[in-house]
């Protein structure tokens, strides 16, 4: 049976989305999604600033999330399946602010990004031609290793993040077998960890024209042993909701996988692949 979810979709309780829950909910209904993981965002070194982060009161903005996804399942319960989560950016760079964003809520889903390295602005703000592209990826990956031997998550959101930017802004095309070992570290860490790795269907439809990461590194994922898929449109509107993640499924089942999955309460439940 054709079971499609969507475990990264942002409401307008993220600085950057344009929807509310409901709207989501009712986008799900029309579109034929079975279940919804609400993934606000959660810069957890934000906390510290309270209402002064430039990205709105994370604490706030998070219990806001949680009450609208506990109200809204109500209202679509038997039809749209909506689950509590949260994109956790940058969860190894002040452990206890980390520690007062996961004690939120009882979250079904927690993914962990990278955003911006220690001391550096998101990569979304970068100027590439003014920076060591081969240093600033070098150290992204460093610290998404760190992110995945001691992080507190379930998957690893949008891996190649930066590459998003990269190649919509400048010609550079970074190759990434300069960077397998490092790579393969990471992989090695969310097996060890019984982690997810996230299929991020956004770069489908933009420059890169790819997921992240792209079916290669899903590919070598599968072979080195990962168990553990789940599939995001990181959808910041309604319209967006689930784009890419049927193409994000038949990748996993190419990629070797028979199953994806969704985290309820924090727990693995695999969806079998029906292609
Ligand atoms: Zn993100
Ligand atoms: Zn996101």
Redesign the pocket.
Known sequence: MKIICDTHVHSDNSFDGNSSVFEICEAALDKGINTVIITDHMEAPEIRLGDRSVYGNAVKSITKSVADVEEVSEKFKGKVKLLKGM?LGEPMHMPKMTGKALAIADFDFILA?I?NLKDKEDFYYLDYNNENVDDLLSKYFEELLDTALNADFDSL??LT?PLRYIYERTDIRPDLDNYSEIIDEIFLALIKRDKALEINTSGLFKEIKSTLPDINMVRRFKELGGKYVTIGS?AHNQKDLAKGVEQGIELAKTCGFNYYTVFEKRTPKYIEIWY
């Open positions: 994109e990004s955003h959101a949008h993040y990181d």
